[in-house]
């Protein structure tokens, strides 16, 4: 039996939590040490999760003590942490958003690909067990090829309390949740080429954007409309879900409320009802996104052992942080941008 991955979790954060219940779901790998600047945190996570050692200094990557890093700290500190796990040979998974800009990002992964260090961004939305659903009934032919869709995430969830972040993120909405739905655009419907997108800034005292229409063109033709908010008003609130709809020459999907997808063919309609893995630490209303993060990690430890590639490796990222960087400039420039060159080395 060999032994399991060793590993070390960075961010003790509000959402680390949700990863170290996960990493006692998942097979193959532990976490033995968690690190964080705040010793206080570090402290709690390490008791509260029974793991032995902790940290303040992230240099102890470099300890030989470790197979791989689980990064779960805001974007703005990922390139260094990314940079030191590089040095000392660590696989890696990196929580979303990978940076604040496509630059950035294609540095980030520019670094790990000249020292051959897998890289992997917790990118878990497409994990969420809805969207692996409709991905195999699309990939079975039912309503053929794809030709729209739309992904809406509207709610007036109180995201500020647990995440303060958000307050001063001069990139807010798109970088947060818009990342999200431009990953889950691409899983589903195929690589994209042209953005054109809306922002708007509604709640008052926001650094950033806190809604946005985003328009993209997919090679294939299709259209994908995504529109994200964290000002709609609607009671009860549809937080944390993404709906929507997949439409193709032969059939149509709904995503419905209750994690419900409603397959409509030209002679039959049904519904089926996405039940979550019911694990024990998961809870209302977290729990869809919660639980798909045993499945991200799972696929993470799997990918190594086998040498598969990631489903989100840094590499393949680098499209959605240029739909997102061509997002922002669309909205800057109130016109359609093509994201061709934006993720390559030398790119705009
Ligand atoms: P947080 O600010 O609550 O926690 C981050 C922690 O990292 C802090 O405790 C901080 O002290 C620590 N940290 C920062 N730099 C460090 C360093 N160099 N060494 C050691 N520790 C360091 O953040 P959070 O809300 O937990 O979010 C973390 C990330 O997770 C964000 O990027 C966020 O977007 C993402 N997130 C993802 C999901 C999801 O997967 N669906 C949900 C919520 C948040
Ligand atoms: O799930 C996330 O990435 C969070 C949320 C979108 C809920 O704000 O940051």
């Given at each position: 039996m060999t032994p399991p991955l060793k590993g070390l979790l960075i961010g003790c954060g509000f959402f680390s939590r949700n990863h170290l219940h996960a990493w006692t779901n998942v097979e193959g790998a532990a976490i033995t040490a968690v690190c964080d600047l705040d010793a206080d945190r570090a402290r709690a996570c390490s008791e509260d999760f029974n793991i032995a050692t902790w940290h303040t200094d992230a240099s102890i990557m470099a300890s030989g003590k470790f197979d791989f890093v689980d990064i779960c700290t805001t974007m703005d500190t990922h390139e260094a942490l990314v940079a030191q796990a590089v040095s000392a040979g660590l696989s890696i998974i990196v929580q979303k958003p990978l940076a604040e800009d496509i630059i950035t990002c294609r540095r980030i992964e520019a670094n790990a690909r000249a020292k051959n260090v897998r890289v992997m961004v917790h990118e878990n939305f497409r994990f969420q067990k809805i969207f692996r659903r409709l991905r195999a009934i699309l990939d079975s032919g039912e309503i053929g090829e794809t030709t729209f869709a739309s992904l809406s995430w509207r709610n007036d969830i109180?995201?500020?309390?647990?995440?303060?972040y958000l307050l001063n993120t001069e990139r807010f909405m798109i970088m947060d949740v818009g990342i999200h739905m431009l990953d889950l655009a691409q899983f589903l419907m195929g690589d994209a080429d042209t953005v054109n997108c809306l922002n708007q800034s509604v709640k008052q005292g926001l650094a950033g954007e806190d809604a946005a229409t985003i328009m993209l063109h997919h090679t294939n033709a299709a259209t994908t409309v995504i529109d994200i908010s964290y000002a709609t008003i609607r009671r009860p609130s549809s937080f944390p879900q993404t709906l929507g709809v997949v439409e193709g020459r032969e059939g149509t999907i709904q995503i419905l409320e209750g994690e419900i997808l409603r397959v409509h063919t030209d002679k039959t309609v049904r519904d089926e009802v996405i039940e979550d893995d019911k694990r024990d630490w998961t809870s209302a209303p977290w729990t869809q996104i919660q639980d798909s993060i045993p499945r991200i990690q799972q696929h993470f430890i799997d990918c190594l052992k086998s040498t598969n590639p990631f489903e989100t490796s840094v590499r393949e990222s680098l499209k959605t942080y240029a739909l997102a960087e061509a997002a922002y400039e669309s909205a800057a420039m109130s016109q359609l941008v093509n994201i061709q060159n934006l993720e390559e080395d030398g790119g705009r």
């Open positions: 109180d995201v500020y309390s647990n995440q303060p």
